[in-house]
């Protein structure tokens, strides 16, 4: 726990004077490995698949852990994350986003998102390009019971630094346009950029993240 301890304090701020929030992504971790690394400091947790979150969500909410969703999201499993997620990061399509909006608004709920973005426009994973992210954005906040919180950004494993460097640019760049864009409207509050993970996340501080997701560097890694 002390090397966690240590990159806590080394991703304090991002060279935007943001503070970095660390996102521990507790995927095959149990509920108390989750409460252990949260006493350590990690703030919030992340899982990508529904079936872990419904397992260890009554334990993780006890102790008082914001518990948020980071994974491929069908429709049909909405209604296990509504009610209970901190936020949703993974939001890829716009029928997730009618669907995330009715089943917010049959449970009397409001749920913070993020749209997620395919940085690499890989075919094996999904997300908005980062060129239609905006009008994405507009049509979320033409529905009920959302708020948009900010951009999540999957990144090509296998790109060279400076090709990460300039994905990561224009993504902070369409984040900022959008900070802008929608200042002052109550169901946006654009705060959070959420890209990098346990590779590549020096990276993406230095290119304006102020989330990361982090799984095996600090979990260890996974059996
Ligand atoms: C597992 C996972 C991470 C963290 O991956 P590591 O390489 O273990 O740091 C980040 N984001 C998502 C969506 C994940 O599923």
Same mark, same amino acid.
């Given at each position: 726990?002390e090397?966690?301890? #240590?990159?806590?304090? +080394?991703l ?17 971790? #149990?509920?108390?490995?989750i409460?252990a ?6 703030s919030v947790?992340?899982?990508?698949? @529904?079936? /872990?979150?419904?397992e ?20 049909? %499993?909405?209604?296990?994350? @509504?009610?209970?997620? $901190?936020l949703? /990061?993974?939001?890829?399509?716009t ?6 909006s ?6 009397g ?7 997620q ?8 994973k999904?997300?908005? +390009?980062?060129?239609s992210?905006?009008?994405?954005a ?8 959302? %708020? ?9 494993? $296998?790109?060279?630094?400076q #090709? ?6 224009q993504?902070? /760049? ?8 929608? +200042? ?5 509050q ?8 346990? /590779? ?10 102020? +989330?990361?997701?982090?799984?095996r560097?600090?979990?260890g890694?996974?059996?």
């Open positions: 726990m090397q966690v301890k #240590t990159l806590l304090n +080394e304090s701020v991002n060279p935007y004077g943001e503070k970095i929030t660390v996102l521990g992504a507790s995927k095959t971790r #149990t509920a108390e490995e409460i690394l949260f006493q350590a400091g990690v947790m992340g899982e990508n698949r @529904v079936q /872990e979150f419904k260890k969500y009554d334990t993780v909410h006890a102790a008082g852990i914001p518990y948020r969703f980071i994974g491929h999201l069908q429709t049909n %499993k909405i209604k296990y994350l @509504v009610g209970k997620v $901190d949703i /990061e993974s939001v890829d399509r029928e997730l986003l009618d669907a995330i009715a089943a917010s608004v049959k449970a709920v409001t749920t913070e998102i993020l749209l973005i395919n940085g690499g426009k890989e075919e094996s999904s997300g908005y +390009e980062v060129e992210v905006l009008s994405a507009d049509y979320a906040l033409s529905l009920p019971n959302l %708020k948009l919180r900010g951009l999540m950004a999957m990144l090509p494993a $296998d790109k060279n630094e #090709t990460l460097r300039e994905i990561c640019l993504i902070r /760049e369409k984040y900022d346009i959008m900070r802008a864009r929608y +200042e002052g409207r109550a169901q946006a654009i705060e959070i950029l959420s890209m990098g993970m346990s /590779e590549d996340y020096a990276i993406a501080v230095a290119c304006g993240a102020n +989330e990361v997701r982090l799984g560097i600090l979990f890694e996974r059996k």
